[in-house]
Every structure is written in structure tokens, then in C-alpha cells.
């Protein structure tokens, strides 16, 4: 890859000045057409358009931000009707956004019953469609599990200064706010981790957006944007080695899942026989996965859990999902950088601690308990390793855009940002 396509949207989006176009930069091949209905019909199929929302009706970004105010003072960032609600209170999150208004569609699963129960010993899974949380999950650097304890679901719990505490807001506006956290782990091998994030969410508008993407003015579509720019630093006194173990940024984005929604990953081919792990939580069943021409589809129907990674020499900066039913293209961009370590968060402590992909994608599902957390589908970036001296730190970007609308044009943006048609 001849750049990594985030300075091209840090560009873009601080001095709006005119830059390459960012799949050119991201090294993929150009577009490819439409695939045929035969081969993809399965995957992205054409369904009729969902009923308008009310405002105040489950589904519509109204009726969430009214139940999200009752429990914290969110702050609700504008550009035009695209609307994102943050919350200080539920660990820096960005419940849900909207591109038209209060009626419009909500695109960020929420769990509500959580938010009234009684807090969960392993996870407490509020929802939102962008969270941040440390890496590892699993490994001899794992968060996640007390030193010698076995890796599994029994003995896991989610560190509580990203799962359960609240997060201080340090300044806003309208179209951005500023979140901090200070944190003092422990890591699987005993290495005491103090650290702090430093996380800042902006919203996009509707023209930064075209820029970016080199998008044509289109009234049949409505979109909204926006970037967050995660700091990771150690503040404590000694540095984070190969030896001591580290953390990394991880990015997890929780969506509504359907039955006809699939999630698209675009990905090198060249030197990667085998460019995704697809057994995270067992091997991902045949007719749920698919990888064709550099492009690896994925069911997002939150009715059988399964996880999938890009390791970072096969990783694109960008992924997506295509929902048929509601006509919404969701777009995710982060950095990649092929060149440096990235963490193995599988819960084993045998394999490479540095073998780690840096692009997931999940599907939920029901455990074989029979309970089920969600349903929802994440798309998921992850930071390098933060191999840090005492007093530095590291960054990783990471912005989401949701479009909807006329089906024939949300092709052709998926074919620009993603090197592929919906199957239309």
C-alpha cells in the first residue's frame, strides 16, 4: 500500500483540501461490475424499501436518543439531519447516529434491557455502534483474564474502566466532543498497566463526506459520518516490551443485524492463501462466509455466532455491510500498517502473541446455553501493539458512515469505496 489511507482522510477532513481518491491510495484494484444475481444472490439480494419511521417509534433514532437521555446526559452531535448521540456516562460510546433526523433510521444496536438489569459478572453489552475497548482478549498479554486462569468463558470478565465506568467529558460543541479515561490493569503475565485515552468524535458534513469519497451531489441519498481519533498513553513509569506485554486500540462498531444483511471486506490477495481466520469461535460454517476476488462476504443475520480476522498483510483500511431490507450501506475506515506487530487476541496462550489480524468482523449468536446477548453484528479495527516507552503514546483513527437510499446509487458508492456492486 503506497499510503496509508487515513492521512488521505486526515487531509480531507482538517485542511478540506482535494486529495487522491482513497480506494487508489488503499492499492485495490479498480471496481469491479455488479456481480450476477446467480453468484451473490444469497448474499445481497433485492428486497422492497422499509416503511418510513415515526420519530418516536422503536427503530427510529427519536425514540432512541429519548431513551438514552433518561440515563445520561448524552451529548448529540449535528451536521444538517445526520445526528450522532455520545455518551460520557457509558464509556466514551457512540450509542447510534441518524442521517435524517429524529424519524430517520437508528443504526446502532442498543441493549435496553441492559441498562436496567442487574450488572453482568463477564460484560455488561449496553450496545452502541462504536466503542472502544483494549486488546488483548485472549493470549499472554490477554485484559481480560487473571493471571493463570483458563481461557474461557467462565473465568473472562471485560476490565471495568471500559465496560462499567463512566468517562470524563473534557469539551464540546456541536459537531465534536472530547472524552478522557485514566486506567491502572493488570495483563495476563502480572505487568501492571497505567495508562490513559484521550478520545475525540467529530461529525462529518454532508460535503467533507463527497470529498472524500470524490461523491457526486446525490438528493436520492442521505449520509452521515464520523471520524474519531483514539490516543493510547502510557503514563506509567516503566516501558511496555515484548517481554512486559502491551495493549492495543480496539474499535468494535455493534449493528442491527437482518436477514439479508452481509458484511464485505475487501482484502489482498497477492501472498495470502489463506488471507482470513474464520475460527475464533469454531470454523464459520460453509454457507455463511464466502471469498471471492479479493472480497470476503460475511452473514450478518445475528443467528449463529461466529468471528472472522484479516491479518494485517491481507487488510484493506476499510470494510463494510450492505443491509438489502432497509437499504443502508455502512462504511467503516481505520489505519493498517502491514510493517508493525499486531496482538493475537485468540484465548489460547499458545500460539504467537504477535500473530494478531487487524480488521474483524462478528456475527452474534445464540451460546449453547441457548442465551444470546443480542442479537447484533460488529465490524471491528484494531490497533498495532503499543509498544511504548513511559510518557509516549499512539493513535488510531477510525470513522463510520452510514448511507441510504436509492438502491442504484448506493451501488455505485459501494462499487467506488469498496471495489464491488450490491449483486443489483
Not at 279 to 303: M, N, P, T, V
Not at 349 to 368: C, E, H, I, R
Not at 410 to 422: E, M, N, R
Amino acid at each position: 500500500m503506497k499510503k496509508i489511507l487515513y492521512l488521505i482522510i486526515s487531509a480531507t477532513m482538517l485542511s478540506e483540501c482535494n486529495n487522491p481518491r482513497p480506494n487508489d491510495a488503499a492499492g485495490r484494484a479498480s471496481p469491479k461490475e455488479s456481480p450476477s444475481k446467480d453468484s451473490l444472490s444469497a448474499n445481497l439480494p433485492t428486497t422492497n424499501p422499509s416503511p418510513a419511521l415515526k420519530g418516536d417509534e422503536p427503530g427510529s433514532f427519536g425514540y432512541d436518543l429519548n431513551f438514552l437521555q433518561k440515563h445520561d446526559k448524552v451529548v448529540v452531535l449535528k451536521s444538517g439531519d445526520a445526528q450522532v448521540i455520545v455518551s460520557p456516562k457509558y464509556q466514551a460510546k457512540v450509542f447510534t447516529s441518524t442521517a435524517n433526523g429524529l424519524s430517520g433510521a437508528s443504526f446502532g444496536w442498543i441493549h435496553y434491557k441492559a441498562f436496567d438489569g442487574a450488572p453482568d459478572t463477564h460484560m455488561n453489552a449496553y450496545g452502541g455502534e462504536n466503542r472502544l475497548w483494549l486488546g488483548p482478549e485472549g493470549g499472554k498479554f490477554s485484559l481480560f483474564f487473571k493471571s493463570g486462569a483458563k481461557m474461557e468463558i467462565a473465568n473472562w470478565k471485560t476490565p471495568a474502566a471500559f465496560d462499567t465506568e463512566p468517562w470524563q467529558l473534557k469539551d464540546k460543541n456541536e459537531t465534536s466532543v472530547i472524552l478522557q479515561k485514566d486506567m491502572h490493569l493488570v495483563n495476563y503475565a502480572g505487568t501492571k498497566l497505567d495508562l490513559s485515552i484521550n478520545r475525540e468524535i467529530k461529525i462529518l458534513d454532508r460535503d467533507m463526506i463527497n470529498r472524500l469519497f470524490q461523491l457526486e451531489p446525490d438528493a436520492s441519498i442521505k449520509v452521515v459520518g464520523y471520524q474519531t481519533i483514539n490516543l493510547l498513553k502510557n503514563t506509567g513509569k516503566q516501558a511496555w516490551t515484548e517481554t512486559s506485554g502491551m495493549p492495543c486500540i480496539w474499535m468494535l462498531d455493534m449493528f442491527n443485524p437482518g436477514d439479508h444483511t452481509t458484511v464485505i471486506i475487501p482484502y489482498k490477495k497477492d501472498g495470502n492463501p489463506k488471507p482470513a481466520t474464520t475460527d475464533y469461535f469454531g470454523e464459520i460454517a460453509a454457507d455463511r462466509i464466502k471469498l471471492a476476488d479479493g472480497i470476503l462476504y460475511f452473514k450478518a443475520d445475528g443467528k449463529s455466532r461466529g468471528k472472522l480476522g484479516i491479518h494485517p498483510s491481507a487488510a484493506n483500511p476499510v470494510a463494510g455491510s450492505y443491509d438489502a431490507d432497509k437499504k443502508i450501506l455502512t462504511i467503516t475506515l481505520f489505519e493498517v500498517n502491514e510493517r508493525t506487530k499486531y496482538l493475537n487476541q485468540e484465548w489460547n496462550t499458545t500460539k504467537p502473541p504477535f500473530s494478531g489480524d487487524a480488521v474483524n468482523a462478528y456475527n452474534d449468536g445464540p451460546l449453547a446455553s441457548g442465551t444470546q446477548m443480542g442479537p447484533f453484528y460488529e465490524l471491528e479495527s484494531v490497533s498495532p501493539a503499543a509498544l511504548l516507552p513511559a510518557g509516549e503514546s499512539m493513535t488510531h483513527h477510525h470513522s463510520v458512515f452510514h448511507f441510504t437510499g436509492n438502491e442504484k446509487s448506493l451501488d455505485a458508492i459501494s462499487k467506488k469505496i469498496l471495489g464491488v456492486g450490491l449483486g443489483l
